[in-house]
């Protein structure tokens, strides 16, 4: 908790962002994910899950929400044909600062809507289901497009579900992850694909690591497909390392 009070107070956070590409052309990234990073005392780059679920239900968890989507929208407006996720909490719908950052960033660049999306967890929608159903419905008008994140990991009680409107469903790592060996996860994962098709939802395989489960996932009839076998998390994506050619 230290660790994070004095990264956001002396503005120690970044993005880091992970290709999702495309399962039947893996060289074409369908778009990146901005994951919130801090910097311990030491210079240290410390991911998420060393952190987040210690934060999550504190005023911090609320801020690091503001952070991302702040420096998410900021990298959208200098790169115009970047499509980027941002995770946040269903606990950050009403933080007040939170949708201010989000009107400020749509009123400096009326492209930016189009080419988020908006990342909330599957245990997190469940906590205030009627709440982030008006919430992304009031969203989606503007252009804005959602992702449930961790699809399998919590409890979505399939009457919520109907009335969701997600436009992507990112199927939870512990399905996905060696899922070539494992055909009781196959079943799942081709029931999991069955629901999103039926509610026109884009499916991500997350947590995807080797060539076998990668080509397991797409003979499922995933969409995308995000993990260490495409890429890991990097603070120098490709587009920021040409800036930097350009101008030296």
């Not at 660790?3 to 039947?24: C, D, G, K, W, Y």
């Not at 499509?83 to 946040?88: D, G, P």
């Not at 252009?143 to 409107?165: E, Q, V």
Request: net charge negative.
């Amino acid at each position: 908790m230290d660790m994070v009070r004095r990264a956001i107070e002396h503005r120690q956070t970044m993005l880091a962002f992970q290709p999702v590409v495309q399962a039947s052309d893996p060289g074409r990234v369908a778009f990146y994910e901005g994951l919130i990073r801090v910097l311990d005392e030491t210079g240290r780059v410390i991911p998420a899950a060393e952190f987040i679920t210690t934060v999550e239900d504190t005023e911090y968890g609320r801020l690091l929400d503001c952070i991302s989507l702040e420096k998410g929208i900021a990298e959208l407006s200098r790169v115009p044909d970047l499509r980027l996720s941002i995770n946040m909490s269903a606990r950050s719908i009403g933080y007040k600062k939170w949708m201010r950052t989000l009107t400020r960033g749509l009123n400096g660049d009326p492209t930016v809507a189009e080419r988020l999306i908006l990342e909330i967890t599957e245990t997190s929608a469940m906590m205030v289901p009627e709440l982030v159903v008006t919430f992304m419905r009031d969203l989606q008008t503007k252009g804005i497009s959602f992702a449930m994140d961790d699809f399998g990991a919590g409890f979505t009680a399939l009457r919520h579900f109907k009335d969701f409107s997600f436009d992507i469903l990112k199927l939870d790592g512990q399905f996905t992850s060696n899922i070539a060996s494992d055909p009781d996860n196959q079943v799942l994962v081709a029931a999991m694909q069955s629901i999103a098709e039926q509610f026109d939802m884009f499916t991500v395989a997350e947590r995807v690591e080797n060539a076998a489960d990668a080509a397991c996932l797409t003979q499922l009839g995933i969409d995308c497909l995000q993990g260490y076998y495409f890429a890991a998390p990097t603070v120098r994506p490709a587009w920021r390392q040409e800036n930097q050619r350009r101008h030296a």
